[in-house]
C-alpha cells in the first residue's frame, strides 16, 4: 500500500521531531522536574517546568524514548511554552481525546487547537502505542498539578505564621 503525499509529509514531520527534537535537554531553572515511565516500551522521559505566576515560561526534555514519545514530547513542548497553566491542561485534555476517543469529535478541530501535534492522531488506530504518545503530556499534566501543591502548601504555611 502506497503512502500518500499527505502521509508521507505527516510521517517527516514526525521523524524530523524524533531526529531533532526541540526543548531537548535539562533547564536549569526549572520549578518543576517530571520523571514519566512507560514500562511496556521502556521509554523514561524527565520533563523540567518553570512555572511563573500561572504561565509556563520555559521547558526542556529529556530521557529515552521511542519516535512516537520522544515527536510527541517535542510538539507538545512546542505547542504549550508560554501558556497559562489553565491553556496546557485544555491542550493536553485535547491531546489526550484525539489520541484516544475511538471517533474523533467532528466539531473539534484539533488541528487548530494542537498544531503538528495533531498528526499524531493517527496513533489512537494502534493502543500499544497510545501510552508512548501521551508520556510527556502525563508528565506536564503531574508537573503542573504538583506545582499546585506546592503552591497550596506555601500557601497553608504562610497562613500560620
Not at 527534537?21 to 535539562?26: D, F, K, L, T, V
Not at 504518545?133 to 497553608?156: F, M, N, P
Request: negative net charge.
Amino acid at each position: 500500500m502506497a503512502l500518500s503525499k499527505m502521509e508521507n509529509l505527516y510521517r517527516a514531520v514526525i521523524v524530523d521531531h524524533y531526529q531533532n527534537p526541540h526543548h531537548h535537554g535539562a533547564l536549569d531553572q526549572a520549578t518543576q522536574t517530571i520523571e514519566m515511565l512507560n514500562p511496556t516500551c521502556g521509554d523514561v522521559i524527565f520533563l523540567d517546568l518553570k512555572i511563573e505566576d500561572d504561565k509556563i515560561t520555559d521547558l526542556a526534555f529529556h530521557g529515552q524514548g521511542c519516535a512516537i514519545s520522544t515527536a510527541s514530547t517535542s510538539m507538545m513542548t512546542d505547542l504549550i511554552k508560554g501558556k497559562t497553566v489553565e491553556e496546557a491542561l485544555s491542550l493536553a485534555h485535547n491531546f489526550n481525546e484525539m489520541i484516544t476517543l475511538p471517533e474523533l469529535d467532528e466539531d473539534t478541530d484539533y488541528h487548530d487547537q494542537l498544531g503538528e501535534a495533531s498528526l499524531l492522531s493517527g496513533v489512537r488506530k494502534f493502543p500499544a502505542r497510545v501510552k508512548c504518545a501521551t508520556l510527556g503530556w502525563q508528565a506536564l499534566q503531574e508537573g503542573i498539578h504538583s506545582d499546585e501543591e506546592t503552591v497550596e502548601e506555601d500557601v497553608e504555611e504562610g497562613e500560620d505564621e
